[in-house]
């Protein structure tokens, strides 16, 4: 068990050993919360506002999709203005 100690102004001071381990570094915030009696701490990341779209659910999933669409090669590269006419021209294709 590793102890730390409560001190003036309510500071915790972490043992090295917990800062290496998590590889925290001077500056980092903490969500903190109570949960069931304990006091649960958890290193977060702050991003600016105009960011904050990357993060949301919705964008992630579409990123995830990406990322499975690239890894399993449904995926086309297009070089020129050419090439990306006549992919678009195959697309168009009629269904009557």
């Not at 590889?23 to 069931?36: H, P, R, S």
């Not at 304990?38 to 702050?46: D, T």
């Not at 949301?56 to 590269?77: L, M, N, P, Y």
Request: glycine letters at 4%; zero cysteines; a negative charge.
């Amino acid at each position: 068990m590793i102890k730390a100690k409560l001190g003036k102004r309510s500071q915790i001071v972490l043992p090295k050993s917990i800062v290496d381990s998590l590889e925290l570094e001077e500056g980092v915030e903490f969500e903190v919360k109570v949960v069931d009696g304990r006091i649960v701490m958890e290193p977060m990341l702050s991003i600016p506002r105009s960011q904050a779209w990357f993060w949301t659910e919705r964008w992630q999933h579409a990123e995830k999709e990406a990322e499975d669409d690239v890894r399993s090669g449904r995926v086309s590269t297009i070089a020129s203005e050419d090439d990306l006419k006549t992919y678009l021209d195959r697309l168009h294709v009629d269904h009557d």
